[in-house]
Nanobody, 128 residues
C-alpha cells in the first residue's frame, strides 16, 4: 500500500486547509486511517483518525472542534479538514493506515507505532 498526502501549503492564522490522502494498492475499506503531524525537533503527534467505514472518528485535544476527518472509500481517499488554523499547527502532516487483516491486537489509535503504512507527508505552514 502506498499513501500519498497532499493539500498542504501556507495559510494565515484563522484560515483553512483541506488535506487529502490517497491510497493505492490493497483494499481501502480494510484500512483504519490516521493523521499525524511532526514539527521540527518534536515527536510525531496524533491529530485525528477514522474507522474503516467512517462511522467513528477520533481527535487529539488540539484538533477537536477545529479539524474534521473523513473518508471516501470509493475514492480511496481520507481527508483532514482544518479550520481556524493557528501558528502552532505548523508541521508536516502525515497520513497513516493500519490493515485490519494484519491481526495486530489492542492497537491504540494515537500510537504511531501501531500503524502499518505511512505516506510521505505534506507541509502545513500557518503564519501569525
Amino acid at each position: 500500500v502506498q499513501l500519498q498526502a497532499c493539500g498542504g501549503g501556507l495559510v494565515q492564522a484563522g484560515g483553512s486547509l483541506r488535506l487529502s490522502c490517497v491510497a493505492s494498492g490493497g483494499t481501502f475499506h480494510n484500512y483504519f486511517m490516521g493523521w499525524f503531524r511532526q514539527a521540527p525537533g518534536t515527536e510525531r503527534e496524533f491529530v485525528a483518525a477514522i474507522t474503516f467505514g467512517g462511522g467513528r472518528t477520533y481527535y487529539a485535544d488540539s484538533a477537536s472542534g477545529r479539524f474534521s476527518v473523513s473518508r471516501d472509500n470509493a475514492k480511496r481517499t481520507a481527508y483532514l479538514e482544518m479550520n481556524s488554523l493557528k501558528a502552532e499547527d505548523t508541521a508536516i502532516y502525515l497520513c497513516a493506515a493500519w490493515d485490519r487483516n494484519r491481526g495486530k491486537p489492542d492497537r491504540n489509535v494515537e500510537m504511531a507505532d501501531d500503524y502499518d503504512f505511512w505516506g510521505q507527508g505534506t507541509q502545513v505552514t500557518v503564519s501569525s
